[in-house]
């Protein structure tokens, strides 16, 4: 009988690289393919070799860690894709959740595409749509656009520009101006304006904050600011 797809897939094959999506928080959402993979790449291509040494250790493996982080991206993308090219197994992996989205990943992706070398997704934990599943608000369509600028000017006139945007928007906001920007979303889009702001996902502290602009506002400054934001705007027809 021949192999089957789904063990075929958890083998990790010459002249490829994996796209490996790692926990978020709970290390109990690594997929057995997730896992299978780390434990199978040549090498692991990490946005931070002691957070991801730190997560192999807990998972019981050992693994060859070069450094790919947005200081060194341009310059690695290339030398990780020699490898890719001189047929070893390369993952890529971020500190957590799935590699490319609102982290390094895809200038190493695109150096492999134009070499015509073989990209494999392996999908799992991701912040936003962790976060958009549950919130309550609409997911029929969403633009997700990472991280705003850290300056308030722009960030309100991003918030003028998509006002009447008609999907929910999608961000990630720093503990550090969270507080702020929840301020923002209530002076210029609106206090009665719904919005979801979630903390700290599949964590022992996740929090979901969903309601009027001005209450989620109040509610986020008796709180504790510690951790990492998921913001969730929705249209301005959407009520609860």
């Keep these: 009988m021949s192999e089957s797809l789904p063990n075929r897939s958890c083998t990790a094959l010459p002249g490829h690289l994996y796209v490996i999506a790692t926990p978020i928080g709970n290390l109990s959402d690594l997929s057995d393919r997730s896992r299978a993979l780390l434990a199978g790449v040549d090498l692991l291509a990490c946005e931070d070799t002691r957070t ?7 998972l019981s493996l050992k693994r060859e860690l070069v ?3 947005e200081h060194n991206e341009v310059e690695a993308a290339e030398r990780l894709a020699d490898h890719v090219a001189a047929g070893r197994s390369v993952g ?3 500190d957590a959740g799935t590699p490319a ?5 895809f200038r190493l992706v695109r150096a492999c595409r134009r070499r015509g070398l073989p990209v494999v997704p392996v999908p799992g934990p991701c912040a936003v749509t962790a976060a958009l599943c549950a919130a309550g608000l609409p997911t029929h369509g969403y633009l997700f656009v990472g991280f705003l600028p850290p300056k ?10 998509y006002q009447s945007f008609e999907f929910t928007l ?3 906001e720093s503990c550090h101006r969270i507080d702020k920007f929840a301020a923002e979303l209530a002076e210029v889009l609106g206090p009665d304006r719904v919005v979801c702001i979630a903390k700290e996902l599949t964590k022992l502290h996740e929090t979901f904050w969903v309601g009027r602009a001005i209450e989620v506002r109040d ?13 969730l705007i929705a249209p301005e027809s959407y009520t609860l």
């Design 101 to 105: 989205l609102s982290d390094p990943g």
């Design 92 to 94: 890529l992996v971020s």
């Design 170 to 172: 999608a961000l990630y």
């Design 67 to 69: 450094a790919y982080h």
């Design 152 to 161: 308030s000017a722009a960030r309100i006139a991003f918030l003028k520009k």
């Design 52 to 58: 991801t040494g730190l997560m192999l250790a807990r």
């Design 219 to 231: 509610r986020l400054a008796q709180a504790s600011l510690k951790g990492e934001f998921v913001v």
